[in-house]
């Protein structure tokens, strides 16, 4: 009980910082509640017949979730992004794709 009330002291800090802000979340059941879909979708990944398969299915589903998560419709966004950033050139900058994060 002492190590648990000693660790608690030892992040009023923190603590206080997310109090003081008010916008986050204090519990974690947001961020959770985004990541279910990628664990349902978890069993996707095992048909990948390779690696690089499964990779590709894990960058969409992020792109969908993120598109998600700042409240875009993921299929206008992917329309967008396939359609905008091809025409940046083979090796566009981070600056250059900054403006089509979905958040931006």
Do not use: H
Request: charged share 20%; proline share 6%.
């Amino acid at each position: 009980m002492g190590k648990a009330i000693k660790y608690a002291l030892g992040q009023k800090e923190a603590i206080d910082k997310l109090l003081e802000y008010g916008a986050i979340d204090i519990s974690n059941n947001t961020c959770e509640q985004a990541v279910k879909s990628l664990v349902i979708d978890r069993k996707n990944f095992l048909f990948s017949t390779s690696v690089a398969g499964a990779e590709a299915n894990a960058i969409w589903l992020t792109l969908i979730e993120s598109a998600k998560a700042n409240g875009l419709d993921p299929q206008k966004y992917l329309t967008k992004i396939l359609t905008v950033v091809p025409q940046l050139g083979p090796f566009p900058t981070e600056s250059e794709l900054e403006p089509y994060l979905p958040w931006n």
